[in-house]
């Protein structure tokens, strides 16, 4: 989890460092575009063999959900600092557990209302509306958080009948099919260093993505969870030391809350589970 932590704060950092030059839509197509690519030895092998019925709806949604995801998250990316858009992304798991609740019955027990309303208070904490200047860039990152939630409801639905890795591929082929007419719309000439730093991107996302799989395998969420607020501090240092952004201490704080709310909350619902299994 700690390897999964610094491989996506350098996804960070390096999209930060491509900053506005490039649209949003347009990094995100040639991010997954390279993602396509490193799947395509697999890509034939996955997608033989038809769909279920109703599957192919599921996984439409799941890319239109993740299209928009990536679209304000590059956005966002280029325009606040680094440990900000972290500690606002921090939102996606409890906007997650809401939404499994609502949409896939998982039930709102008080422990999820009251989990869910302190990282709410986190979120506040780090954009301190009203005290300072709520930008495009915040409303983007926030936007990107509720996107991503749909994304992973919708992967949710659809693993139980496909498999994870199919349903990887799936995400990458539909966010790039979606990004396409975008890219194309907004285009501007790309140079090969950018195409090479956006190659990187996808290289650190794939090992962030590998590196949590291979951290839900080997331990509990109420173990790894906790572990995810360290990201937090690499993005701040990477702020500070390679951006020269000032450290915020009450995004610390706010992202501090909640992380908390998602570890407690994880923690209690493992207990139940084990409970309820007992």
């Not at 999209?15 to 890509?43: E, H, K």
Request: with cysteine; glycine share 10%.
């Amino acid at each position: 989890m700690l390897a999964s932590g610094l491989s996506f704060v350098a996804v960070n950092g390096i999209v930060r460092y491509l900053g506005t030059d490039l649209p949003a839509a347009q990094s995100a197509f040639i991010r997954f575009g390279f993602g396509v690519l490193l799947l395509a030895p697999m890509l034939g092998s996955l997608l033989r063999g038809g769909f279920a019925p109703g599957v192919l709806r599921l996984y439409a949604g799941r890319g239109l959900a993740h299209t928009l995801a990536v679209v304000c998250w590059f956005y966002a990316m280029a325009r606040i600092p680094v440990a900000e858009a972290t500690a606002i992304g921090y939102l996606n798991p409890v906007l997650v557990a809401l939404g499994a609740a609502l949409l896939f019955g998982e039930g709102l027990a008080a422990r999820r209302v009251l989990a869910i309303a302190v990282a709410l208070v986190g979120a506040v904490i780090v954009l301190r509306p009203g005290v300072r200047e709520v930008t495009g860039g915040h409303y983007a990152q926030m936007a990107a958080a509720v996107c991503f939630a749909a994304s992973y409801l919708f992967a949710k639905e659809v693993s139980r009948t496909e498999s994870a890795a199919r349903v990887v591929a799936m995400m990458s082929l539909s966010v790039a099919i979606g990004l396409a007419p975008v890219a194309w719309w907004v285009w501007v000439p790309v140079t090969l260093a950018q195409l090479a730093w956006l190659a990187l991107v996808a290289g650190f996302a794939t090992v962030g993505h590998f590196c949590m799989t291979k951290a839900f395998r080997a331990a509990p969420l109420a173990v790894t969870q906790p572990v995810v607020f360290l990201q937090l501090v690499w993005a701040t240092l990477l702020g500070t030391l390679v951006f020269d952004e000032a450290v915020d201490g009450f995004v610390l704080l706010g992202g501090a809350v909640i992380i908390g709310a998602i570890s407690v909350l994880t923690w209690r619902e493992t207990v139940a589970r084990r409970r309820a299994s007992a």
